[in-house]
């Protein structure tokens, strides 16, 4: 079983930057791929970014390609969201999700594991 749970979202203007970690908890967290999904008010939730097990593999959403960076540090067993360049658009709730698959995945299908959500919104 793996646990997850989400910080770093708030309040913020449009061109700036937030990070978001998810930290995880439970047994063999190495092997298991992590993404980022995001939900916007009466949108469906809708893939971000994702990372392989070992974190040398690494896919995004052509909407946030060039700006976000996703990362994982599996000392500390937790997953980072880079968001620079941050627009309107991005406003939504962030969750993070866990795979047991190593390859990264970007369907919400594929996840076996999700966080509560962190909340972002970016003013204009």
């Known amino acids: 079983q793996v646990q997850l749970v989400e910080s770093g979202g708030g309040l913020v203007q449009a061109g700036g930057s937030l990070r978001l970690s998810c930290a995880a908890s439970?047994?063999?967290?190495?092997?298991?791929?992590m993404g980022w999904f995001r939900q916007a008010p009466g949108k469906e939730r809708e893939f971000v970014a994702a990372?392989?097990?070992?974190?040398?593999?690494?896919y995004y959403a052509d909407s946030v390609k060039g700006r976000f960076t996703i990362s994982r540090d599996n000392a500390k067993v937790t997953v980072y969201l880079q968001m620079n360049s941050l627009k309107p658009e991005d406003t939504a709730v962030y969750y993070c999700?866990?795979?047991?698959?190593?390859?990264?995945?970007?369907?919400?299908?594929?996840?076996?594991?999700w966080g509560q959500g962190t909340q972002v919104i970016v003013s204009s």
């Open positions: 439970g047994r063999t967290f190495n092997v298991y791929a």
């Open positions: 990372v392989s097990w070992s974190g040398g593999s690494t």
């Open positions: 999700a866990a795979t047991r698959a190593i390859r990264a995945k970007t369907q919400r299908g594929d996840y076996d594991y």
